[in-house]
């Protein structure tokens, strides 16, 4: 099972830092333990004890990943080297890498496969986003110059404007049979024109009427007003192929939008722009995306077709690039320009060589191209590469942690000593240890080799230490890891109360100001300090395992008092003053004159006085129902009650303790012989939290449980509690009569006795009181095994009997 633990752990070394790019690998052949520093795995391993997952589903993951048992062996090594013993399940005990964090609850959580091996996200197709809006549109701008190339066609409507020494404007538009009718001009063919051409028929037509066109002391401009619509036709690879209607300014983009652009295998290098049967321009989408080249976006005619194919060489890749995805290439791009156009490396990619696979019909090739290959590198449809991250070691870092000013990585130079290092960590905090600092060097082989350096040389100036060199980790110690946390002890009466760290000559007097100072009952009379003993002898029986320090104290704190200097470990304890006690609060309630809380002027104030104080009855007051609630403290303190609602919380068929265990009980008086003899043995003594409640003349009797009819009915003196139980319509067949019970106001209860053992004798009904009756008790399953045998040993003795008597 540790073995499967510390599998798990390579799983989380292997999400956290080996796979920079976010997903495992399908492949984990080439995945090396060896990369891993100690530092990175102490921090994995507190990541693995934040999780829950099976070690058994991450074994089996990755073992068909392709995981190397030989790189297993060595990091459960090295684990093992560094003192790690995974916990055993359900142990309590602490590893040496602990977590504060609680475990996380979540309500709809996923797998623990789907959690650590997300599904990897389909690489997308470099210049589909162009077309992922839904909601493209297409309207033309008509605050546009006209373009002078634009082709005039039937529906399109000419604004022609004459300014100068003659000023005139009109609206004229082109007719199915493609000729407007102008003023003065007459009739003009200029379907099939350019607006330029256009212009210049319609000029040498007006010429006759206004003869300073001519001699251009009068100009003219022609412009398109609204336009013509135009239908286009999408084919091949392309997501909606079909007829469009677009406006006649509309250009091949524009059409692409409208159709959704090609599908995921449909080309984005080669769209073809068809007229007439002839192939009139081929666009290609990739100068735009890299260059933003409009040149392709050529503008539609009526009937245009477009048509896009399907790509010839798409290859993928993915990784630490900063446009990962498909790319098309065309037969004389590269490598290199493949990197071009997915944004060229990330800051942490891998440059001097590229993996990838091929597919060559029949099996796979993996590939294998050098930095100085790039540019020559030839692909083929269906090659993937990946961009890996960067080598995950430093060529010049030394490491420095402890009591230094800055502790931290830096570069290594050439002959850097101990001393260079630490004067790059700003020198040595004052709480340096100087008697050893520790060099941990990593050899060639990756094993660790510890070397001791004597710091007080080097803070003498008499030597600056060891030549550093890569990955040199150097840990200077504080004199205060050298030695535990110490910690006193203050209980009693202080205002805060608990542990406090220890400093060097802390006394008394400065403790109990830390704890608050001395609280309102508190006496600085026979206050004990609880010292460890250092000379116990453990063969000695009743040998004294603390000393005991007595000290009285005037409760003066300032620093003119008197003092006593502690030691690590002390446990102080304040005592509370036996001549203080605080007021005992009860209280009174129902049918009394005064009802309040009052304050017991003695410990030994009884019920009589109560009433006295609260005074008197009223004339409305049920003295036979009166009740004292006590609260059950004594209870509720005790070891087995503890013990008995910690079984009940795992029992979840039994109630709530709440329920189970009340917080009050109720003390049954007879409050009229109190009155006529207070101060007797019934006139109970008050505590703290009491309530004396009185009831109201209740003349109500009140029947529940296993009766047909429960019920409240009105109290008659000559009546039985048999009467009453017939008034409710009797006891049902669940119902055990002879267990039936009477609850009066005060708390009391009878039950149904038996004279002589079979004759039913009912206890006394009061006012007030409320009868119920229990339900019978379930069979169990052997209550007929039961019944047959009673049954057998029944007829034995009968016949038994019959035998003797003839």
């Keep these: 099972m540790n073995n499967l633990r510390l599998l798990f752990l390579f799983v989380v070394i292997i999400l956290s830092g080996l796979v920079s790019f976010g997903q495992v690998p399908d492949n984990l052949s080439s995945v090396k333990a060896s990369q891993i520093s100690d530092q990175q795995l102490q921090q994995y391993i507190l990541r693995a004890k934040e999780n829950g997952y ?53 309500t709809a959580r996923k797998s623990h496969l789907e959690e650590l091996f997300p599904t990897p996200k389909k690489p997308q197709l470099f210049g589909a986003e162009l077309f992922s809006n839904t909601s493209l549109v297409f309207e033309p701008d008509m605050r546009m110059a006209t373009p002078k190339d634009y082709v005039i066609g039937p529906e399109d409507e000419l604004v022609i404007q004459v300014f100068g020494q003659n000023v005139s404007q009109q609206t004229a538009t082109v007719s199915p049979d493609g000729t407007i009718n102008i003023k003065y001009a007459g009739v003009v063919l200029v379907a099939g024109l350019s607006v330029e051409a256009a212009t210049s028929r319609i000029k040498t037509s007006l010429s006759k009427y206004y003869p300073s066109l001519s001699s251009g002391q009068t100009k003219l401009n022609v412009t398109l007003g609204n336009i013509r619509s135009i239908r286009v036709v999408l084919i091949g690879a392309v997501n909606r192929p079909g007829t469009y209607t677009l406006p006649s300014l509309a250009t091949l983009y524009n059409a692409l939008y409208v159709s959704g652009g090609p599908t995921e295998n449909g080309s984005l290098r080669t769209i073809e722009l068809i007229r007439n049967g002839k192939t009139v321009a081929v666009a290609d989408l990739y100068d735009f995306l890299t260059k933003g080249d409009l040149r392709g976006n050529a503008r539609l005619e009526d009937n245009d077709v477009i048509r896009i194919p399907y790509a010839k060489t798409l290859i993928t890749i993915g990784g630490l690039v900063n446009r990962p995805g498909i790319f098309e290439i065309r037969d004389s791009e590269s490598l290199a320009t493949v990197i071009d156009y997915a944004g060229g490396f990330s800051s942490k990619a891998f440059r001097n060589r590229i993996t990838g696979r091929r597919y060559d019909g029949v099996s796979r090739q993996v590939l294998d191209i050098s930095n100085d290959s790039f540019p020559y590198f030839r692909m083929k449809h269906g090659d993937e590469f990946h961009i890996d991250s960067v080598i995950n070691r430093y060529e010049n870092r030394v490491i420095i942690s402890g009591a230094v000013m800055k502790p931290g990585e830096y570069a290594l130079f050439e002959n850097m000593s101990f001393y260079d290092l630490i004067q790059k960590a700003h020198g040595l905090k004052e709480d340096v240890y100087s008697g050893r600092a520790l060099l941990v060097r ?30 040199d980790s150097v840990s200077v110690s504080s004199i205060f890891d050298l030695k535990d946390t110490s910690f006193v002890t203050i209980n009693g009466a202080v205002r805060f109360p608990g542990k406090f760290r220890f400093e060097d000559s802390l006394s008394l007097k400065s403790l109990i100001i830390m704890a608050g100072g001395y609280a309102v009952n508190g006496t600085g009379k026979g206050i004990e300090i609880s010292r460890r003993r250092k000379d116990i002898n453990v063969l000695l029986a009743g040998s004294p395992i603390v000393e005991i320090i007595h000290f009285d104290d005037n409760m003066d704190l300032s620093a003119a008092s008197k003092d006593l200097t502690l030691q690590p470990y002390d446990i102080v304890a304040i005592k509370e003053n036996p001549n203080y006690l605080q007021q005992i609060s009860v209280k009174v309630s129902g049918e009394v004159l005064m009802p309040a809380v009052y304050a017991l002027k003695s410990r030994e104030e009884r019920i009589s006085s109560l009433i006295q104080r609260s005074g008197g009855l009223l004339y409305t007051a049920n003295i036979g129902g009166a009740k004292l609630i006590r609260q059950r403290k004594e209870l509720l303190d005790t070891s087995e009650v503890k013990r008995l609602l910690k079984t009940m919380a795992r029992d979840t068929t039994q109630k709530k303790d709440e329920e189970v265990l009340e917080k009050t009980r109720d003390v049954a008086i007879d409050l009229a012989f109190i009155l006529d003899h207070p101060g007797s043995s019934d006139d109970i003594t008050l505590e703290e939290g009491d309530e004396l409640y009185i009831p109201r003349i209740n003349n109500t009797v009140s029947i529940n449980g296993e009766v047909y009819k429960p019920l409240d009915i009105m109290y008659e003196r000559h009546k039985s509690m048999k009467d009453y139980l017939s008034d409710a319509g009797g006891v049902t067949q669940l119902g055990k009569k002879r267990k039936a019970f009477i609850i009066y106001p005060n708390g009391r209860s009878a039950r149904i006795k038996k004279v002589f053992g079979f004759i039913p004798s009912y206890p006394e009904v009061q006012p007030g009181s409320s009868i ?18 009673l049954i057998s040993a029944l007829t034995a003795f009968i016949t038994g009997l019959s035998l003797i008597l003839r």
């Design 54 to 106: 099976t070690p058994e589903e991450l074994e089996k993951e990755l073992l068909a990943r392709g995981l190397p048992e030989s790189e297993m062996q060595e990091l459960r090594l090295r684990i093992e080297q560094m003192g790690w013993i995974p916990e055993k399940s359900g142990s309590s005990d602490s590893a040496s890498v602990k977590s504060d964090k609680k475990p996380r609850k979540f």
């Design 442 to 471: 990593t050899r060639a082989d990756l094993s660790k080799e510890h070397i001791p350096i004597d710091l007080q040389k080097i803070i003498n100036g008499t030597s600056k230490g060891p030549t550093l060199k890569r990955e």
């Design 772 to 789: 119920f009756v229990p339900e019978k008790p379930k069979r169990s399953e052997l209550e007929p095994a039961k019944a047959g045998i």
